[in-house]
Each structure stands twice: as structure tokens, then as C-alpha cells.
């Protein structure tokens, strides 16, 4: 089965907005991490949220986890143009496994 | 800050060769991974490898691709004959001993095969 699927699958605002993604998963997991893609780069760490978690911060970034939905969102506030790039959310699966699956991604456009 | 370094950035090779991807992970980290992702496709994991043996691999791990840690640094991944379908990013990461299953796993940039 897939996990990790996120929406919407392309995302275009304008600067100064907030910015939400949302994220779908199917089986339990341990943790949900988010990473940003810039184009033809590599994957920068964003943020991991436990699941016992429900909620977390780290600067303009909120992620919340929502276990009994099995979905979680990402939102970006105040966005910026240098937030242009694709967002992935990873999961990994409960009962010892180490890798994590990928979603799609949402690729995020901000606009000046 | 230490970050996950890979190398070649880009490594252009004949269908049948053999290419060795090079990553040297975080010093202290414990767990090291291999994920690739082809142009436009999600990123897939293949291999994780600790105490020096391979902790889990996908069913594209197959008996063409291989994992070492040489020495106290690198850890490479090797395809033994690669094929068309190989072309793709590279990803090398690792995560640290947090005593949890799974931490955070750190990224290098990649390295972009190119397979003609």
C-alpha cells in the first residue's frame, strides 16, 4: 500500500501568504518527517513529529499529526519566494522499520 | 553544522558498467541509507545498513547493487551492471544513535547517474 501521499500536488501563492499541505497515510507509523526539495537538490530535513505528537513548531513551520486520521499537514506562514520548492512528507512504518516512504510531493510555487 | 556529503554530483556511465556512489555520513551517526528517485518520481528507499550489515533492502536492491562501509567513513554504493532504469538521483543518508527505530534522517545532495 502507499504511504505518504500528499495535496494538493501543486500549490501557487503569493508571497507573504500561509501555505498549507496535507499529508496521507495508511498503515502506523512511528514518526512523519517533512523535507523540502529544491529543483535537481537534494532533501533538507524540515521537521519530525512523533506519534504521540500532535502538534509542533519550528519557526515560520507548524506541522500537526493527526493518528486516528492518519494524516498530517504542513503550513508555512508568512511564506517567502525562497519557500519555492517541492515538500515531501516520509513515514515510517510501526514495528521496527527503518526506511522511510515517500509521498509525491507538493510542489509549492510562492510569487513575488 | 555536519552535514552528509556525496560524491560525484554527476556520473555519466555505459549501460554494463559498474559505478561506485561514495558518501561520507555524519561522523557520529550509526544508520545509513541509500534512496534513489527517478526524474519526476517520489524518492525510493533501497537499503539500510547498520552494524555493519544490511538492516532491510526493497525488492529494487536486487543481487546487482551492493553496499560497504570500507573504513570508518565512506560508505558506497556499488551497481554492478547497470542498466537503462538506473539513471536517477542518488541519495545517501544517515541517522543518529537516538536508542529510537527511526530518527531523523539527514540527506546529502545527491548524486545524479546518468546511464546511456
Known amino acids: 500500500s502507499q504511504q505518504g501521499e500528499e495535496d494538493p500536488q501543486a500549490l501557487s501563492i503569493q508571497e507573504g501568504e500561509n501555505a498549507t499541505m496535507n499529508c496521507s497515510y495508511k498503515?502506523?507509523?512511528?514518526?512523519l518527517q517533512w523535507y523540502r526539495q529544491n529543483s535537481g537538490r537534494g532533501l533538507v530535513h524540515l521537521i519530525l513529529?512523533?506519534?504521540?505528537?500532535r502538534e509542533k513548531h519550528s519557526g515560520r513551520l507548524r506541522v500537526t499529526l493527526d493518528t486516528s486520521k492518519k494524516s498530517s499537514s504542513l503550513l508555512i506562514t508568512a511564506s517567502r519566494a525562497a519557500d519555492t520548492a517541492s515538500y515531501f512528507c516520509?513515514?515510517?512504518?510501526?514495528?521496527?522499520?527503518?526506511?522511510?516512504?515517500f509521498g509525491q510531493g507538493t510542489r509549492l510555487t510562492i510569487n513575488p | 553544522e555536519p552535514e552528509v556529503t556525496q560524491t560525484p554530483s554527476h556520473q555519466v556511465t555505459q549501460m554494463g558498467q559498474e559505478v561506485i556512489l561514495r558518501c561520507v555520513p555524519i561522523?557520529?551517526?550509526?544508520?545509513f541509507y541509500w534512496y534513489r528517485q527517478i526524474l519526476g518520481q517520489k524518492v525510493e528507499f533501497l537499503v539500510s545498513?547498520?552494524?555493519?550489515?544490511?538492516?532491510?533492502k526493497s525488492e529494487i536492491f536486487d543481487d546487482q547493487f551492493s553496499v560497504e562501509r570500507p573504513d570508518g567513513s565512506n560508505f558506497t554504493l556499488k551497481i554492478r551492471s547497470t542498466k537503462l532504469e538506473d539513471s536517477a538521483m542518488y541519495f545517501c543518508?544517515?541517522?543518529?544513535?537516538?536508542?529510537?527505530?527511526?530518527?531523523?534522517?539527514?540527506f546529502g545532495p545527491g548524486t545524479r547517474l546518468t546511464v546511456l
Open positions: 561522523s557520529n551517526h550509526l544508520y
Open positions: 543518508a544517515s541517522s543518529p544513535p537516538s536508542g529510537r527505530t527511526t530518527d531523523t534522517q539527514y
Open positions: 498503515t502506523s507509523i512511528n514518526n
Open positions: 513529529i512523533r506519534s504521540n505528537e
Open positions: 545498513f547498520y552494524n555493519n550489515e544490511i538492516s532491510e
Open positions: 516520509a513515514t515510517d512504518a510501526k514495528g521496527g522499520a527503518q526506511k522511510l516512504v
